[in-house]
């Protein structure tokens, strides 16, 4: 899956982060296009450290926030990929998760981890947490970005 990433990164077949992810993981752009907009309102520099959101004005800044933070526990890009649990595992660095490329691949894979486990919703809020109350919460929010982006 990371080489079909990796070539599209290369020749650029996909002018926009959602599109490309969607092509190397088969989860539809449209649900991709929704959890960046719950997770961080499509901020390709959000953070979250301790619970507490950050939002950057530039990537550089965003480095440099990530450099001082000592806790690997921290959530980074529009799609909010935890790096303790993700970043290290899919072979990325702090940085890296920065580019709004490979944060929708990292989204769009830990998507696809869960979807081949649990039924459609629930895979949803896994994304987000495995706390049952926070999943359902969670899971509607997508569905009402979801929802909101399809009308006219």
């Not at 490309?20 to 953070?47: F, G, N």
């Not at 806790?71 to 998760?97: A, F, P």
């Not at 769009?108 to 495995?130: C, K, N």
């Amino acid at each position: 899956m990371w080489w079909t990433f990796a070539v599209a990164m290369l020749f650029h077949l996909s002018p926009d982060p959602f599109t490309q992810a969607s092509q190397a993981t088969q989860i539809p752009p449209q649900l991709l296009v929704a959890i960046s907009r719950v997770e961080s309102t499509h901020h390709p520099w959000a953070l979250n450290i301790g619970g507490k959101p950050v939002y950057a004005k530039t990537r550089d800044e965003a480095e440099r926030i990530l450099q001082e933070v000592e806790d690997n526990n921290v959530d980074i890009g529009h799609m909010q990929v935890n790096y303790r649990i993700w970043g290290e595992y899919l072979g990325l660095s702090k940085t890296q998760l920065l580019d709004p490329y490979t944060n929708a691949w990292a989204g769009a894979v830990i998507l696809r981890f869960y979807l081949s486990q649990y039924p459609f919703w629930e895979a949803i809020g896994r994304y987000h947490s495995p706390n049952s109350n926070r999943r359902i919460e969670y899971a509607w929010r997508v569905y009402q970005a979801i929802m909101q982006s399809s009308r006219p």
